[in-house]
């Protein structure tokens, strides 16, 4: 994995109109609530950044909060989740253990080289019979089969990617939590352009795949703007929720 990655305290002014808005939330929100039992009490949403997603996972009986590292993320997520937003580093939640029933990570474990940390962080905070949510091989959803993504094929590989569904199984079972049934969920509005994935490369966006090398940026960016409808939004991608149980 290259050393670019974004700047989240930046982003935050930006985020949600280009990450898909609320249609891409309330799609979001809809598949973790298919996986967290009925009768779950409390649910946390990691990584929650600007709360469109937390707010978005209220349900009767259910208490949702939303943690987030970055202090612009924070903020803009606790005028949506008032008194229910806390900055906190995932892998050192100010929690006791065996606290919560559910614990929600959306777009997270792809973006870090300490995944496995997370993972047994939320163990340790699960009660017995409380459940994980997370999304895994998130590059690989964005691989529609696009001419986009013929174009990259060639430099997008999964053997780096932090969020590979096997290594965040083996690291659930490793802190005693086992497999569930998982979904899935259109990411709406993630459809990618010719033009913005250049945007993107240049900005550093595919850390988790691309090293941001100069010279291959310019080879692939003169490649994507040679592509028709250098403004139409291809396939959204589909992404892929995990689910584990907390053993006892």
Known sequence: MGETVLDYEAEAAHYDRTRGGVPRAEAAAEAVLRLVPPGARTLLDLACGTGLVTERLGRPGLRVYGADSAHAMARVAAGRAPGRTVRADARRLPLPEASLDAVAAVWLLHLVPFAADIVAEAARVLRPGGVLVATVDKDAAHDVGSDIDAVLGPYRSSAAASDRGDLIAASAAAHGLD??????????????????????????????????????????????AALPDQDRPRADPRYRLASFVRRG
């Open 179 to 224: 497999p569930a049934p998982g979904t899935r969920f259109t990411g709406y509005g993630q459809g990618s352009t010719p033009r913005d994935t250049v945007r993107k490369l240049r900005a550093g966006y595919f850390a988790s795949w691309f090293d941001g090398d100069p010279a291959t940026v310019e080879t692939l960016a003169a490649e994507l």
